[in-house]
């Protein structure tokens, strides 16, 4: 999934967002709106992740959908 998609498709795919990072909360979501970069980061704040370790995560994410 390129990252127009995932801006296109941000509101169905935060169910799944919500799934996969449970400690993401409804407000971290609508900030992120589809914005690889801000998901990371979001990921970074409430997992404590490396921004390397998060980036390859949301990688991971999107390769799967």
Do not use: F
């Amino acid at each position: 999934m390129n990252m127009e998609q995932l801006k296109g498709n941000w509101k169905q795919l935060m169910g799944k967002a919500r799934t996969q990072w449970g400690k993401l909360t409804d407000d971290d979501l609508e900030q992120i709106a589809g914005k690889k970069d801000e998901l990371v980061g979001k990921l970074q704040v409430r997992y404590g992740h490396a921004r390397d370790q998060a980036e390859r995560e949301v990688d991971s994410w999107l390769n799967k959908l």
